[in-house]
């Protein structure tokens, strides 16, 4: 008599194979059998209304509201020089280093900090010293310039 060329772990691994592809299959009918048809376009179809919340009942049209596009401002607004009214801030000196020639501002109006450079000093200033400034943007934020002392 010849021996089985199937080994025990053999069988048990078709065995085991044949069982995941029978649940596999299960599954598979399982989902035809629940699938829902596609919704239709109104079911579908989303609006936002007046408040900006999303809703799926369409707006009431009286409450809509026109704009002009000339009065819309996506961006910053452009600057143009002598349009803001009170350009001058005041602040304290919170940082100053004489020999490296900079230091830093803290705005008594916003509390940021602006940057000051030896450069922009009218009359020379320490720490604590009470500020009179312009500013403008620099290459890496608000930079302080026309600098003088007393509020």
């Known amino acids: 008599m010849a021996k089985s060329q199937e080994t025990f ?3 048990d691994k078709q065995k085991q194979k044949l069982k995941n ?3 596999k299959e299960e599954k598979m009918q399982e989902r ?3 699938a829902k048809k596609g919704k239709s376009l109104d079911e ?5 209304d007046e408040n900006g919340n999303i809703s799926s009942v369409p707006p009431d049209p009286r409450k809509m509201k ?8 996506i961006s910053i607004p452009k600057y143009v020089p002598g349009e803001q009214g009170e350009t001058v801030r005041k602040g304290i000196v919170t940082f100053f280093n004489d020999a490296k020639g900079f230091g830093f501002i803290k705005d008594l109006q916003t509390q940021e900090s602006v940057f000051i450079h030896v450069n922009q000093l ?8 009470k500020v009179s400034f312009e500013v403008e943007m620099g290459a890496k934020g608000p930079s302080a310039i026309n600098v003088k002392k007393g509020v």
């Open 122 to 129: 009218q009359e020379a200033i320490k720490e604590n010293d």
């Open 9 to 11: 772990g053999k069988k």
């Open 44 to 48: 579908m179809m989303a609006y936002i």
């Open 66 to 73: 026109t704009f002009k596009q000339e009065d819309m401002q």
């Open 21 to 23: 592809r029978q649940a």
């Open 32 to 34: 035809k059998a629940n």
